[in-house]
């Protein structure tokens, strides 16, 4: 549907998508992972055009578009194996006791998925977090069918998308309205989406005023349904004094590169960076400081994204106490992103709850910290984070639990010597965080656990097992793992 679609038509569209879950929910985790290994077949297969079409449009260069298909296969791949190969739904089965007092009954319990899922794409992943990226993989493996708002960054790509997605839906058999794209006009299409009775979830990348105003939608329906948005994050840098002192340089440097990576439109971005006001520090800022300045000026995703990253920019460096340390000169177009550093007091800090908001771009703000009791107060003061990391020695690492247990309070992710930009897929992964890094800092938006949020509990009491779901028949028909009686078994009963 094109960016006019009329309300009538995407109500007929969440009726349509209600329809493909009903028979969609018969499906097995097997014949789920199937299928979503068919859609990743699909999407290895699209040729130059696709990369040629994201690059016009988000102006990503080719081997990060590359990089970035291939991981929206796999994660496909690695979902679909989840279903079969690990317990990531968990199956449990408590056999019946007849002979305790009183009788313990036949008691199973699998997931099965929530519904019709809205799913609403990202503008900096045109690929792994959009038409086809984990949200809609997750929701698939999970046995919802899927509507998905494709991102005005992107319509051609996500079209392209779409259409690995439809063909493997035509290839397997299953219904042509398990899933749908749909461009609307505005935001009206969007929330009309979240406010229909059929749809029971929402998987939402974004900013956290966007996140926000779908959550309170979802929230005020007659039944109200989970918004699982990821939003903002400025990702803290703490650095301690002993690992200044032994790594100023080479610390400054891969600040630099993974400030700069990518224009700075990663939401792992780390645009705050801690620093302890002591005599190391001059040699880390003169190293950052030659960093930036050449740092090459690139274009944005899209006007817009540019834009708001100027304004904010210009908004948190006309606060009290703020300096610019290094600037890439902004003789470029305003669509490029200029690499900017300032710097800031503890004390200013502390005092201006604007210095800790997001500036999505390769922005970032050094705070320096004067004792170890002002570093507490300022990890203290940030808002939930998606990722919070600890450069430091081992010696410094074992000696500041304190801090690492306030740094583990206010994000999904810790850190030690790294640098937070790039999100693995796999089963260890928490891509999500407390408020306003997420809406429900309980599940992530990356690895198989994403699964979970678009599926729920049901127990059987007492079935006899050919009525049963195939996974909790006695001969375990799918061969999954699932937990017998307190035991982690394949085998049958």
Known sequence: MNENTPIPEINQLVI?????????????????????????????????????????????????????????????????????????????????????????PDIRKTYVGVGVVVVFGASNFPFAFSTAGGDTASAIAAGCSVIFKSHSGHPETSKIMAGAIERAIQKTGLPSNLFAAIATDGVVGGQHLVKHHLVKAVGFTGSTQGGRALFDIASQRPEPIPVFAEMGSVNPVVLLPERLAAAAEEVANQYAQSLTLGVGQFCTNPGIFIAPNDRALPRFLTTLQAQITQAPSAPMLHSGIAASYHKNKADLLAQDGVEVLAEVPATTPETHGNATIATVSAQAFLGNPKLSEEVFGPFGLIVTYDSPQELLAITQRLEGQLTATL???????????????????????????????????????????????????????????????????????????????????????????????????????
Not at 52 to 63: K, V, Y
């Open 16 to 104: 349509q998508a209600q329809e493909a879950f009903l028979v969609f929910k018969q499906a097995n985790a097997k014949q789920r992972a199937d299928f979503m290994h068919r859609v990743a077949d699909e999407i290895e297969a699209l040729g130059p055009e696709l990369i040629a079409t994201a690059q016009s449009e988000t102006n990503l260069p080719e081997a990060r578009l590359n990089g970035e298909k291939a991981r929206t296969a796999f994660q496909w791949r690695s979902y679909a194996d989840a279903l079969t190969n690990s317990n990531i739904l968990p199956v449990q089965i408590d056999t019946s006791n007849p002979d305790r007092t009183p009788p313990k």
């Open 391 to 493: 450069l430091a020695e081992p010696a410094e690492l074992a000696a500041n639990r304190e801090l690492v247990a306030a740094l583990a309070d206010k994000s999904g992710r810790v850190l030690f010597n790294g640098f937070p930009t790039g999100v693995e897929v796999c089963g260890a992964m928490q891509h999500g965080g407390p408020y306003p890094a997420a809406t429900d800092s309980r599940f992530t938006s990356v690895g198989p656990d994403a699964i979970k949020r678009f599926a729920r509990p049901v127990s059987y009491q007492n079935f006899p097992d050919e009525v049963l779901p195939d996974e909790l028949k006695n001969a375990n028909p799918l061969g999954i793992w699932r937990t017998v009686n307190g035991t982690l078994t394949k085998a049958g009963l």
